[in-house]
């Protein structure tokens, strides 16, 4: 088999003869040893190339080998954070503005329960008789609205756990609580979205 390099082999046959016997006679030596030479420096650079790209080959399924490792070992610490806060109780601080925006909503959806005509107070067309029984009423009227400013505050956190639920599928008896921390924003973007109208429809 004729494995000359590629600028003997690839002119024709006389060509060839000509290099090999022109080296052979600067060399001073015969044509066939000068044949066996240039096969063997052939075959050392054929396999000193095939053995570097072997090497670039090696190193570079190494590299990818270590990419693939390193961003898998990134995923690992990134899923164990995930994991951390995803286990994180809400923080008392989080849990007291959730409170304050639920009340604040009940409020609103209460509105109206508390209101009474008191002019008639202020420009004295009532008896003092009328006044007191006005004023009895008025607190009768002041314990019924924090009750139902209480009945709404309960439905807003039912309707909430129902919105929990279909999110991230916690369970609907789920204790406010119990609520992990990264659900806060979600949690009080909600709450701003709830009308008052659904507050005082619900059923619950």
């Not at 270590?66 to 690992?76: A, G, L, V, Y």
């Not at 925006?101 to 009474?116: D, S, V």
């Not at 002019?119 to 029984?133: A, C, H, Q, S």
């Amino acid at each position: 088999m004729n494995i000359l390099p590629s600028f003997l082999t690839r002119t024709n046959k006389n060509n060839e003869t000509n290099v090999i016997n022109a080296i052979a006679n600067r060399a001073n030596t015969d044509e066939n040893t000068v044949r066996i030479v240039l096969e063997a420096s052939y075959q050392l650079t054929q396999n000193a190339n095939d053995e570097l790209m072997q090497k670039q080959e090696d190193l570079y399924n190494y590299i990818k080998s270590q990419n693939q490792t390193n961003q898998s070992n990134i995923q690992k610490l990134a899923n164990g954070l995930n994991e951390v806060n995803n286990k994180q109780k809400i923080t008392n601080i989080h849990l007291k503005e959730l409170q304050e925006e639920i009340t604040n909503k009940a409020k609103k959806a209460a509105k109206g329960t508390n209101q009474m005509d008191s002019d008639e107070i202020l420009f004295g067309n009532l008896t003092m008789e009328e006044v007191l029984k006005r004023q009895e009423d008025q607190a009768k009227e002041t314990k019924h609205y924090k009750k139902v400013v209480a009945k709404y505050k309960r439905r807003i956190w039912y309707l909430i756990k129902l919105h929990m639920n279909d999110i991230y599928g916690t369970s609907k008896a789920k204790r406010k609580e119990d609520f992990q921390d990264y659900m806060f924003h979600e949690i009080q973007d909600y709450i701003k979205n709830i009308s008052v109208y659904e507050v005082r429809q619900i059923n619950k």
